[in-house]
Structures are given as structure tokens and as C-alpha cells.
């Protein structure tokens, strides 16, 4: 990819995606419940070799398939991104045994992981999560315990409460913030784990999920001991640009969707691309959706090259896509009218889809704190060389 465009075989499979987004996936999403996992869907992901990618790609290919999956079929889309979330801890920080066990069943979309963060009182601040590791008999070893039980609850957690195993981060030791933190992998059939389905806007299954004394072990550590929040990290910062390219693909569906209707719409004596007003504020949409590509690839070139600002750029990317889509969204309905409002239209969709991708994986508020630190530290970096 050059500064400013993607290559003509970046080009083509983006807009093979599209196509197989709207003819083969769009179908397998409208069969299914809300709010639940939709398994034949997840296994065409699979079946697809998309599920696999996610194990292979760099943070651009990442980017392209999600932005082209959004644009046709959200649900899709967001069925590929949990699989990712969920299943990249294990790839990157898991041990041989746990990805051997595991990532082929995530890859054929025969398992559904899930990425278990967030908590009733930690939810953008996940320095602060109280899911106790407490320990269970003596010491191992290695001088850490030799087994632990997992008491608390998590909250606001996709796939939950019917994926098939979590990547759970849990307080190892108390007081010390980011530090005390440890990453498990917790298969949903261990003793003691229950969940509840949450009722969400969103339309992909959320719930909470209940700790009462479920045993983990050093074969269950995802990384290293209190090193869990640097798992977490990791995941996000790979992820948060993608989910800027989420939200710029939502966009340019909704900005699409204008076009065509503001073209065709006869009102006041002609079309509605004939109004001054409209036709500037369609101007406006449009260049703030290419800025948010933009940024958004940038962010993914700067990860796959390893460059040390990822932090700032994939803050950026996530702040500027996410509040550019709700944007679009809203002038997208604005501008098609009640028709936009009928329950199964795309824009009403779009509608329900766009509004949490500005809180989940960091908030908005979150983002701009990032952005502001790294700011502030390069600015003592150089005034200390």
C-alpha cells in the first residue's frame, strides 16, 4: 500500500468480499435470533478461509476485511472481528498446547471465543478490575500458586454467554493496578462458570458472565502471571484500528445509500442533489469518511511495520472512524426520511449497529486520554535528549 491508495489486488479482493458479504453471508444473517450466536454463519467464515486469516494477516489485511465485510453485512463483519478478539490472546501469548487445542476450531468456526475484559465497575478503566485469582493451596514451583479460583463476575461481554471458551483477565494481586493482572483461558464448560444473556441495542450476542470458585490453572495461563494486562494491550492495539475500518465501512454503506436516494429523490421540483444543502453536507460526509480511511489505514501500515507510536495512531483511527460513522449514519437518516426509520431497512440497521463501536474497546473519552498521553510523553522524550 502506498501513503494515499491501496494496491489493485488490495482493490479486487475488497470488493470480492463485498460481494460474498452481500450474496453468501447477508442470507445466514437474516435467518438468525438476535442476540445470539449465529454458528452456521461463524462456520461459513470458516469454511470461507476468512476465520484462518486472522491468524496470518497484519493489521491492514485485518482492516480491509472488516471494512469490506461491514459494508455488506454487519453481522458478519462483527462474527469475524469476536472470533479475533477472543482467539488472538491465544495465538500470540498461548502456549503450544492451548493454540493446538484450540485455534484450528476457531479457524473452521467450530469454536466461538470470547475476550472477557470488561467488568460491572471496569469497563473503560481495565486497570481497575476486581475478578479475583484467588489462590488455591500452596505455591508451585515457579513460586506462584499452583492452582486458582476464579470469584467475580464480567460484564458487557460478546458471544457471552455461549461461546465456547474466554479469555478471561482476572486480579492476581490486589493494589497494584495494571500489574496485578493475569490472563486465563477458561473453557465455558468449567465448574462454576455461568452467564446471562443482556438484552443489548446492539444486535450481537452481549452477556455477563458469573465466577463462583471456577479453578484455573498454570495450563490455563495465557502469558505470564500479573503479565496480563499486556495481553490485553496487545489485543487492542491490534484491534482498535480495525475497528475504525468497522465503522468506515458502515459509513460509506450509509453514505451510498444517499447518494443513490438523494440522485432519484424528486422534492421541491427536482431531485434532492440539487439543493445546495444537501448536496454540501453529501459533500461533507463523503471527504469525512475518506479522512477516517485514511487514518485508519495508516494506523494498521504503522503496526505492521512495528513502529513505536501504534498507541496514538490506533487511538486516533478508533476515535475519528467511530464518531465519523455515527455522523454519516445520522445525516444518512436525515436525509432519507421516515422511510430510513422502517424497522429491516439498511440505514435503520445501520443505525442500531453504528452507536457501540464508540464505547466498546476503549471509549471515545478513553481514546483522547491515549492520544493526549503519548502526546505529552514524546514532548518529554525530546525535551530530555
Request: proline letters at 6%; charged letters at 20%; hydrophobic letters at 45%.
Amino acid at each position: 500500500m502506498s501513503a494515499f491508495a491501496l494496491e489493485p489486488k488490495e482493490l479486487q479482493w475488497c470488493e470480492e468480499l463485498r460481494t460474498l458479504a452481500a450474496e453468501r453471508l447477508h442470507p445466514l444473517a437474516e435467518s438468525s435470533e438476535p442476540g445470539r450466536i449465529n454458528r452456521p454463519l461463524v462456520r461459513e467464515l470458516g469454511q470461507l478461509g476468512l476465520l484462518a486469516r486472522l491468524f496470518t494477516s497484519g493489521s491492514l489485511e485485518l482492516c480491509l476485511m472488516r471494512e469490506s465485510l461491514a459494508y455488506g453485512c454487519t453481522e458478519a463483519e462483527t462474527a469475524l472481528a469476536l472470533q479475533g478478539l477472543g482467539a488472538h490472546p491465544v495465538h500470540a501469548f498461548g502456549t503450544p498446547a492451548q493454540r493446538e487445542r484450540w485455534l484450528p476450531q476457531v479457524s473452521a468456526g467450530e469454536a466461538v471465543a470470547a475476550f472477557a475484559l470488561s467488568e460491572p465497575d471496569a469497563g473503560s478503566d481495565a486497570a481497575a478490575l476486581a475478578l479475583a485469582a484467588e489462590p488455591d493451596g500452596g505455591p508451585g514451583p515457579d513460586g506462584h500458586p499452583a492452582r486458582w479460583l476464579l470469584n467475580g463476575e464480567k460484564c458487557w461481554i460478546s458471544n457471552a454467554p455461549e461461546a465456547d471458551f474466554y479469555t478471561v483477565f482476572a486480579r492476581t494481586t490486589q493494589d497494584a493496578g495494571a500489574r496485578g493482572v493475569t490472563a486465563f483461558l477458561v473453557p465455558a464448560d468449567r465448574p462454576g462458570l455461568t452467564g446471562t444473556r443482556l438484552d443489548m441495542l446492539s444486535p450481537h450476542p452481549i452477556g455477563a458472565l458469573h465466577f463462583d470458585g471456577v479453578p484455573v490453572g498454570p495450563e490455563d495461563l495465557i502469558g505470564e502471571v500479573d503479565r496480563g494486562f499486556r495481553v490485553a494491550m496487545g489485543t487492542l492495539n491490534l484491534f482498535r484500528p480495525s475497528v475504525g475500518a468497522f465503522a468506515v465501512g458502515m459509513a460509506q454503506a450509509a453514505l451510498d445509500a444517499t447518494l443513490a436516494h438523494t440522485a432519484q429523490r424528486q422534492a421541491f421540483g427536482g431531485p434532492l442533489k440539487d439543493l445546495q444543502s444537501v448536496a454540501h453536507q453529501v459533500a461533507e460526509l463523503a471527504t469525512r469518511t475518506e479522512a477516517a480511511r485514511l487514518l485508519v489505514y495508516a494506523a494498521a501500515a504503522a503496526y505492521d511495520r512495528g513502529e513505536p507510536d501504534v498507541p496514538r495512531r490506533a487511538a486516533m483511527a478508533k476515535l475519528l472512524a467511530t464518531e465519523t460513522a455515527q455522523q454519516v449514519v445520522d445525516a444518512a437518516v436525515q436525509l432519507h426520511g421516515a422511510r430510513a426509520l422502517l424497522r429491516g431497512h439498511l440505514l435503520e440497521h445501520l443505525y442500531r449497529e453504528v452507536r457501540a463501536p464508540r464505547i466498546y474497546e476503549g471509549a471515545t473519552e478513553v481514546q483522547r486520554t491515549i492520544i493526549a498521553k503519548e502526546l505529552y510523553a514524546q514532548l518529554a522524550e525530546e525535551a530530555a535528549e
